[in-house]
């Protein structure tokens, strides 16, 4: 990690801090570090590790290509010792989890280290596997190229991190697409990597557990509230009431789907918003109307309405979670963004590329949620089913090593 890199991670974490002062903190610190290694003086980080400076003596040098002797001259060298807590995060292994979804793949690697889940990567890459799904049933031959060669990727990075140790878990695409066992037995040879096809309720517990997980990591201690999960190809709706799950919905209403059923072609007049509001009004009509404290928004077109409320130049998930989206900031981004067409609307800050003609129907599905709860605000994690599943494979990876211990 260079020193700018340090920087802006240190900018996620710390908004409210300006880049130009943790400029100048970093600097500080590392000019305090190197000050006092020159006085000679032991540094000590605590359980991270310990600094010192260690004089090395002069010796005679000898080169055997030209058979000449050379005298290095004496030399200081800094020596770093690993501290406790710094050696059992380095030995604790990294595990991963894949969420293969309709529309993005994503990859996430952490471990977990006395009860604090670390974050090393997380990945996305809208792969639009489920391109075409919703008309023909199969995926694409060009969306199945598109998946094979992002695992590949993803395999690298499992390599590069040594992870044997992961969870590939595939949702609607695979559990509709005609052709699906096709694709994963082709992924399994080409890149190594297994995939499991989960059902929409093991896929909302997952994206349970991740919230669940991000509530705590924000500070909010909630028992009545309503998870949507709104992906490429499906809803999946749960009402947590007094700490327990009370019912749960999934709904063939996706963003993708959306956009294949309508053959949207933008921009878009107020009567293809109407039709769609309708539509959506009446896949919603089964689902109870419950009285959440909050609504939870998780998954790829909730970061992309955070991103756009927010206007991001880029995915930053420290900034995203937590946020609040009004019923009000929705209606305005329905209005703003139908009358763009596609090249306008990539162009459009907080915009992720690939999702431009995805944007709408997905926003006005969220819309249609918070007309149906009759919540003025929704509110982003981006803790989910990503993060379940991290969560979800450290605890057994944990049980079966206390079982081995045993």
Known sequence: MTKRELIQKLSYKFSDIDKEDLEYIVDLFFEILKDELKKGNRIELRDFGIFTLKKTKGIIFHNPKNKQNYYVKEKYRILFKLGKEFKKRLNTPFLASLDLGTQTFRLCIGKKINGEVLFLLKKRENVRLGEGLATKGIISPEAFARGLENLKKFREELFKYEIENYSAIGTEVFRKAKNAEEFIEKAKKETGIKIKVISPEEEADLSLKGIIWGLRELGINIENFITVDVGGGSLEITYIKDGQKKWFKSID????????????????????????????????????????????????????????????????????????????????????????????LRRVKGMEEGREDIVIPGILIYSGISEHFNKESLLLSEYGILEGTLLSLIEDYNLANQIIKI
């Not at 009004?281 to 404290?293: G, H, N, R």
């Not at 970061?303 to 409320?309: C, K, P, R």
């Open 253 to 344: 209403l996706g963003a993708v789907i959306l956009k294949e059923i309508f053959n949207l072609r933008y921009p878009l007049n107020l009567k293809i918003i109407k039709s769609l509001k309708d539509y959506i009004k009446e896949k919603l009509s089964p689902i109870p109307v419950d009285s959440p404290d909050e609504i939870i928004i998780t998954g790829g077109t909730a970061s992309l309405l955070g991103g756009l409320d927010l206007k991001l130049n880029q995915y930053i998930p420290e900034k995203l979670h937590g946020h609040r989206i009004t019923k009000e900031s929705l209606e305005k981004l329905i209005k703003k963004l139908s009358n763009f067409d596609l090249e306008r």
